[in-house]
């Protein structure tokens, strides 16, 4: 296998040598401009996801939430792990705090300002469940789990899906906000909401997992 892959890896590195790059057709850049006039935002990829491909989003957001209802279910039934996996040297706590705050910071902007430049709400919804993540191996899970209770994080969770799918159902019966000026935070009609919704969404769905498989599994 090690030679299938040297070889594959030199015919790679050839074809970049001979071959020259592959000019972008103009009618392609010209989809793309008719993708940002036609949804008001400059991040085209947000356009399709939210507004071209919205039907397929609510799927996905639908099944993201079966996932962690699925795992809920599969696990309800097996004895907590008794060994929890965590960091416990004082250098790596310190390093994952500081990295959970950044992502955070990180999922906050991209929420926000996610239909103006790459990112959107799937990738701050990443993002906040992975600063989750690195609070949750550096801290006690009967505190996570506290906390997680006490936002009422779950009711949140569904709360976030539900008006979601409201929002998307008034978007695709031809009920539509105003687009604003092109590259305004308030712009690109229902995208931006949309984009808070699925990272709320994502990113306590999230949550919810890491608790489940940190309490079942004793590791992420």
Same mark, same amino acid.
């Given at each position: 296998?090690?030679?299938?892959?040297?070889?594959?890896?030199?015919?790679?590195?050839?074809?970049?040598?001979?071959?020259?790059?592959?000019?972008?057709?103009?009618?392609?850049?010209?989809?793309?401009?008719?993708?940002?006039?036609?949804?008001?935002?400059?991040?085209?990829?947000?356009?399709?996801?939210?507004?071209? +491909?919205?039907?397929?989003? @609510?799927? &996905?957001?639908?099944?993201?939430? =079966?996932? *962690?209802?699925? /795992?809920?279910?599969? !696990?309800?039934?097996?004895?907590?792990?008794?060994?929890?996996?965590?960091?416990?040297?004082?250098?790596?706590?310190?390093?994952?705090?500081?990295?959970?705050?950044?992502?955070?910071?990180?999922?906050?902007?991209?929420?926000?300002?996610?239909?103006?430049?790459?990112?959107?709400?799937?990738?701050?919804?990443?993002?906040?469940?992975?600063?989750?993540?690195?609070?949750?191996?550096?801290?006690?899970?009967?505190?996570?789990?506290?906390?997680?209770? +006490?936002?009422?994080?779950? @009711?949140? &969770?569904?709360?976030?899906?539900? =008006?979601? *799918?409201?929002? /998307?159902?008034?978007? !695709?019966?031809?009920?539509?906000?105003?687009?604003?000026?092109?590259?305004?935070?308030?712009?690109?009609?229902?995208?931006?909401?949309?984009?808070?919704?699925?990272?709320?969404?994502?990113?306590?769905?999230?949550?919810?997992?890491?608790?489940?498989?940190?309490?079942?599994?004793?590791?992420?």
């Amino acid at each position: 296998m090690k030679w299938i892959y040297l070889a594959a890896g030199i015919a790679l590195y050839v074809k970049m040598l001979v071959f020259p790059n592959l000019e972008i057709d103009p009618a392609e850049w010209a989809i793309v401009d008719w993708i940002v006039e036609d949804t008001g935002v400059p991040n085209a990829v947000s356009g399709i996801i939210f507004r071209n +491909r919205l039907y397929d989003t @609510i799927f &996905e957001v639908v099944v993201f939430t =079966i996932a *962690i209802m699925g /795992a809920k279910f599969l !696990l309800a039934n097996e004895q907590p792990s008794c060994n929890i996996y965590q960091f416990n040297d004082r250098p790596s706590i310190v390093l994952a705090r500081l990295g959970a705050t950044i992502t955070a910071l990180v999922s906050i902007e991209l929420a926000i300002r996610g239909h103006l430049s790459p990112g959107g709400g799937f990738a701050a919804g990443v993002a906040g469940g992975t600063a989750i993540g690195l609070v949750a191996i550096t801290s006690s899970s009967k505190w996570m789990e506290e906390i997680y209770k +006490r936002s009422k994080a779950a @009711i949140w &969770e569904k709360i976030s899906v539900l =008006i979601f *799918i409201v929002l /998307a159902i008034l978007c !695709l019966v031809g009920i539509e906000l105003p687009q604003g000026e092109l590259g305004a935070l308030a712009s690109g009609g229902w995208i931006p909401l949309f984009n808070l919704l699925v990272a709320i969404k994502v990113a306590l769905g999230s949550w919810a997992a890491i608790l489940i498989f940190v309490r079942y599994r004793g590791l992420l």
